[in-house]
């Protein structure tokens, strides 16, 4: 079992009987954007939920499977989520994004290791020694309940990441009812409260709906509130649509984004259409060795256009997963994951160049358990 986990999603790919999956925000006002990124933070590192930040993994060996969360709704993540897999049951607002073929950037050295206490606890350790920022310890807890609708969803479930500072996040996810789940999610920093939110997700047939309330205040009149909705038209196809309204003394908005994903035997396609711009993906598996992946997003508020090429080589008889990097930033990098069975061991090695800034920074991890 992996020690790191992250909030990939292994069904994406829609169906009828399954309900479509997040809605990438790509145009918006700039006072609704950072309200909303700044309100509504991604889920803490913990297993099944946090960054790695990529790859769902299977739960561990005596661990019950925790669900996946929905990411921030607003913001945008790059290349996440496996969308060849086998399809599966209503499709959480998780599964949205395109493969796990664009390496995550790392530097510093890093040692997580992870100890399955029953098969509904667990707890994971993680220093990361950084070259540029203060070092760091966090301090992972884990808790799943009895309740498990698959093999990657148990309820209730609760996580909670503690770093050496005091800092604290939190999640608690419930299922309400058999198509109806809520989550809430808590961060601090040091003693102060920085976000409390709040979600709700129905899962129909061959759709999905979900509302987040961000940062409510009632006493300062301030809220964020995102609410979406996505449609499986056809067992390939998925419309939808997504809403950020934003509120606070003297400030008002709201951001309205249209999406579409068509999903094929061997390729995936979205495009994501907002007032401030327009992003599009697509995703090819050449064999089972091989997947390609780009992503173009275009800004007409800042005049900016960005284009990424990410690949996948996976070299199984050799337990070993390369993932490549290019961008219009001038930014090349790739990160090379080595398992060495039969030890629980994991190491990854990670190097990054951005020739236009004339930066650089690598990376190594270990990871254990």
Known sequence: ????????SRDAQPSRSRGPATVR?????????????SAISPPPEA???????????????????????????????????????????????????GPEVFPQQMEGVKLIVTKTLSSHFQVTH????STLGPSSYHFNATFVGDRQLGPTEAFPTLVGDMDNSGSLNAQVLHLVAERIRTKAVFQTHQAKF?????DSEYRGDDCT?????????????????????????????????????????????????????????????????????????YYHRANEQVQVGVELEANTRLQDTTF????????????????????SNWSVGGVLEK??????????????LNHWKNRFHCGFSVIVG
Request: glycine residues 12%; hydrophobic residues 45%; proline residues 7%.
């Open 1 to 8: 079992m992996r020690a790191r986990y992250s909030s990939f």
């Open 308 to 327: 990424a090429f990410g690949y996948q080589l996976n070299l199984p008889q050799a337990n070993m997963v390369f993932r490549g990097l290019l961008d």
């Open 25 to 37: 925000s790509s145009g918006s006002s700039a006072t609704a954007r950072r309200a909303a990124s």
């Open 47 to 97: 297993a099944h939920f946090g960054p790695k930040r990529k790859g769902v993994r299977a739960a561990p060996a005596g661990l019950r499977a925790a669900p996946r969360p929905c990411p921030a709704p607003a913001g945008r993540r790059r290349g996440r989520g496996r969308c060849f897999a086998a399809p599966g049951p209503a499709v959480s607002a998780a599964c949205w994004l």
């Open 209 to 281: 709906a979900t509302i987040t309330l961000g940062n409510p205040d009632l006493l300062g009149e301030s809220v964020i509130l995102v609410a979406h909705f996505l449609q499986s038209v056809t067992s390939r196809l998925v419309l939808g649509g997504e809403m950020v309204y934003h509120r606070r003394p003297g400030e008002e908005g709201a951001i309205l984004t249209l999406a579409g994903k068509y999903t094929a035997l061997k390729w995936v396609a979205t495009l994501n259409v907002g007032y401030g711009g327009a992003h599009a993906s």
């Open 126 to 129: 993680t220093v990361h020694m």
């Open 194 to 198: 920085v976000t409390w939110q709040f």
């Open 339 to 352: 398992k060495l069975p039969p030890l629980p061991v994991t190491l990854a090695l990670g190097a990054f």
